[in-house]
């Protein structure tokens, strides 16, 4: 289950040139297939606030699925999710668009 979504996270990952946050990315995705959520989240969060769409979009992920997938190292908290969803949608990242349509289609 875990590598199906690290998959679907990856989706929109650029790979063309290096843009702000993309090492910082790099570094996440290490430490979330090492299972070290916390680290990963906060690598993600230092690459979101650079702008970085697909991080935002990945720690949106994680905030919203929090304990459900992450156990005790990720709190959910939807309304930051939400906010960091938004965000990466708003670099034109086409995960964090769906899943806002899908989101707001169970609510």
């Not at 430490?31 to 650079?50: F, I, Q, S, V």
Request: glycine share 10%.
């Amino acid at each position: 289950m875990r590598s199906i979504l690290l998959v679907l996270l990856l989706a929109c990952a650029g790979t063309a040139g290096a843009a702000p946050g993309d090492d910082a990315y790099a570094r996440a995705v290490d430490e979330y297939e090492a299972c070290h959520y916390r680290h990963a989240m906060a690598e993600l969060r230092g690459a979101a606030e650079a702008g970085h769409g697909p991080a935002a979009q990945m720690l949106g992920t994680m905030l919203m699925l929090g304990p459900a997938l992450y156990g005790d190292q990720v709190a959910r908290n939807t309304a930051e999710g939400l906010r960091w969803l938004r965000a990466s949608a708003s670099t034109g990242n086409e995960v964090a668009r769906f899943q806002l349509v899908r989101l707001s289609k169970d609510h």
